[in-house]
């Protein structure tokens, strides 16, 4: 019995769903007995692309590392932006009882925060570690802090500068292995072999009509179906002005 496999607008994807969908695709078909189907050959030049593949893919899980390093480091800064900001709040009110605990942290912002604005990673992950050592260090401090209301500020700055080192470091291997691809160049070859086999799933039930891919058909649609499913939803919430781009990638069929 003819079947027909649906299709998808492949350029919708993003680096890190297209590799997925391509492999999950492979895998699907040789499910299915490729060489009883006619479809080994096919099948073949698809597999041939998935080293390329998992290239792009290496390359944008990167690439979400480093965006990840950024969103951390703006958090840093703006919260010891925001330390100061309280501070200097607190410096103008007349609440003498507030006055000693307050030239206290002055005193402790002015070692550790100038400049920090400007500090590259590396050097902001050191000078935070510091501050927080120096922070833990001295009772005074830690009472100026709570009596600021700041001692929250300090606790997330610890939280989110325990995640920065791990990050930074896996993003430096990845990038000494990792070499730059062409992804645009690469998915193109590989559209073109997906949309061969998929054609050949097609012609070849027409022309064997005593072999039936019609469970193989139902597979595939179904994860396509999921993919087409989930991009429309991707542009609804787009076109309703929300910002998709920080979405978790979509990874078949559930």
Known sequence: MPVKIIRLHFLELWNNEYPLLVNQLSVLTANHNPDLLHLTKPLARVNAMLPQLSKIRAQELSNAITNKLRDISNERKTLVSGI??????????????????????????????PGFADANYPSGTQRTTDMLADFDSKPEVRAAA?????????????????????????????????????????????????????????????????????????????????????????????????????????????
């Open 146 to 254: 709570e009596s600021m209301h700041l001692t929250t500020f300090f606790e997330q700055l610890r939280a989110i500068n325990i995640q920065f080192s791990p990050l930074y470091l896996q993003r430096t291997q990845e990038d000494a292995a990792a070499e730059t691809v062409d992804a645009h160049a690469i998915r193109s070859e590989s559209d073109k072999e997906v949309i061969a086999l998929l054609d050949a799933i097609e012609y070849c039930s027409r022309e064997y009509e005593e072999l039936d891919y019609q469970p193989l058909a139902n597979e595939l649609n179904n994860l396509i179906g999921h993919y087409k499913t989930q991009l429309k939803a991707r542009t609804t919430r787009r076109n309703a002005g929300k910002d998709v781009s920080n979405e978790a990638p979509i990874t078949g069929a559930q």
């Open 84 to 113: 100061n900001s309280q501070v200097k709040t607190f410096s103008k009110l007349s609440m003498p009882s507030l006055a000693l605990h307050v030239e206290t942290m002055k005193r402790f912002l002015n070692i550790h925060t």
